[in-house]
T-cell receptor, first 111, second 115 residues
Framework: QKEVEQDPGPLSVPEGAIVSLNCTYS??????FMWYRQYSRKGPELLMY????GNKEDGRFTAQVDKSSKYISLFIRDSQPSDSATYLC???????????FGKGNQVVVIP | DGGITQSPKYLFRKEGQNVTLSCEQN?????MYWYRQDPGQGLRLIYY???????QKGDIAEGYSVSREKKESFPLTVTSAQKNPTAFYLC??????????????FGDGTRLSIL
């Protein structure tokens, strides 16, 4: 079983819809959870960073962590064509700077 | 502006040739990383370094070499032993140990192709 599972998509939504992305993981030691956004031919940029369980909101973006289910989510409200990108989840355990990445989920927002 | 600079943006390698990819950061980060990204395979860790003059192999180190002589720089050499080098290479950095879990910040990558 891979440490982090992420459905690669692609996921197509109309402009203004809510985008819902998720990752599951197997390592219960993971405490730090990140979402990255990657545009074509660019490096990933950090979008959200959360520690342990709970929700975090930043503008149109909400990250949720459910450690009991080993499941994390990213929601994008009022999606825009500029949100079209690949979204990668990443996570790590305390004392470890190596990140475990999901394979990425391609999102297309249709105007 | 602080950030990570990778060069060149595109690189072509001939058979039997070694090529070196540059990565420089001015974020004052202790740790640096090299990843390879292939379609459908996500990011795979090649090498990482948590401090100057020290580095560790990642999951796919065969055919690659690195050095860390300066805090700001972490060049990656793709040797002729790497039989399938065509990929998008990403360099990243983070603040280092500090209890772990630090987010990594990425450069904009180098695309390497075989001639």
């Amino acid at each position: 079983q891979k440490e982090v599972e992420q459905d690669p998509g692609p996921l197509s939504v109309p402009e203004g819809a809510i985008v819902s992305l998720n990752c599951t993981y197997s390592n219960s030691a993971f405490q730090y959870f990140m979402w990255y956004r990657q545009y074509s031919r660019k490096g990933p940029e950090l979008l959200m960073y959360t520690y342990s369980s709970g929700n975090k909101e930043d503008g149109r973006f909400t990250a949720q962590v459910d450690k009991s289910s080993k499941y994390i989510s990213l929601f994008i409200r009022d999606s825009q064509p500029s949100d079209s990108a690949t979204y990668l989840c990443a996570m790590s355990a305390p004392g470890n700077n190596r990140l475990a990445f999901g394979k990425g989920n391609q999102v297309v927002v249709i105007p | 502006d602080g950030g990570i600079t990778q060069s060149p943006k595109y690189l072509f390698r001939k058979e039997g040739q070694n090529v070196t990819l540059s990565c420089e950061q001015n974020l004052n980060h202790d740790a640096m990383y090299w990843y390879r990204q292939d379609p459908g395979q996500g990011l795979r860790l090649i090498y990482y370094s948590q401090i100057v003059n020290d580095f560790q192999k990642g999951d796919i180190a065969e055919g690659y070499s690195v050095s860390r002589e300066k805090k700001e720089s972490f060049p990656l050499t793709v040797t002729s032993a790497q039989k399938n080098p065509t990929a998008f290479y990403l360099c990243a950095s983070s603040m280092g140990l500090l209890g772990g879990g630090q987010p990594q910040h990425f450069g904009d990558g180098t695309r390497l192709s075989i001639l």
